[in-house]
């Protein structure tokens, strides 16, 4: 069975700084499909980033970006110039690429905490 | 556009008394649909998934159930709340082959 590991139950970074969460994933599948979601206060899960497995190029959206390592089985989430709204859970989550169903269940890490300073 | 509504926001609820959450999906046509559980200081735990009307698939046993009596309604339901039940529940759902889960704002359920 799959499981994602997320290594920092929480982590804290100045307003306007690089943090970067870390996230690692046991599988013997090839094809998959990993996410980066956020959780603020309001408990609303909002996707922040898409990785597909066969694409060795790293995905980013602004200012998140990944650092995928498939055969370590690691994918980090970098954010840059971060701010205040940045702040919130943040799941790693991890798909089989078969498609639907309890095939394509999203498996969760247990998520790390980040704070922002000012 | 799609959007996903959940509701109630927040509920109370004795051991013992029914339990039944709402979700429905606006903007697109036959979408897998899933319910969440998320409990504190944890990650989300799948209960249910469905793939068409009144097909539903468990995925841990427990004290709940869903149906889905309409393409983009799905249910999660209870006859007899435990205190164990209580947590944030959230809805999501999947159009395109693969394309990523969008979860709606959940509900925080507790159980007295």
């Known amino acids: 069975a799959q499981t994602v590991t997320q290594s920092q139950p929480e982590m804290s970074v100045q307003e306007a700084e690089t943090v970067t969460l870390s996230c690692t994933y046991d599988?013997?599948?090839?094809?998959?499909?990993l996410f980066w979601y956020k959780q603020p206060p309001s408990r609303q899960m909002i996707l922040v980033i898409r990785q597909e497995a066969y694409k060795q190029q790293n995905a980013t959206e602004n200012r998140f970006s990944v650092n995928f390592q498939k055969a370590a089985k690691s994918f980090s989430l970098k954010i840059s110039d971060s701010q205040l709204g940045d702040a919130a859970m943040y799941f790693c989550?991890?798909?089989?690429?078969?498609?639907?169903?309890?095939?394509?269940?999203?498996?969760f890490g247990k998520g790390t905490k980040l704070s922002v300073k000012p | 556009s799609q959007t996903i509504h959940q509701w109630p926001a927040t509920l109370v609820q004795p051991v013992g008394s029914p339990l039944s959450l709402e979700c429905t999906v606006e903007?697109?046509?036959?979408?897998?649909l899933y319910w969440y559980r998320q409990a504190a200081g944890r990650g989300l735990q799948l209960l249910f998934y469905?793939?068409?009307?009144?097909?539903i698939s468990s995925e841990v046993p427990q004290n709940l159930s869903a149906s889905r009596p309409q393409d983009r309604q799905f249910i999660l339901s209870s006859k007899k709340l435990l205190l164990s039940d209580s947590g944030f529940y959230l809805c999501?759902?999947?159009?395109?082959?693969?394309?990523?889960?969008?979860f709606g704002n959940g509900t925080r359920l507790t159980v007295t």
């Open positions: 599988t013997s599948e090839s094809d998959y499909y």
């Open positions: 989550a991890y798909r089989s690429a078969n498609y639907g169903g309890s095939q394509g269940n999203l498996i």
């Open positions: 903007g697109t046509s036959n979408p897998n």
């Open positions: 999501a759902w999947e159009g395109q082959i693969n394309s990523p889960l969008h």
């Open positions: 469905s793939v068409g009307i009144g097909q």
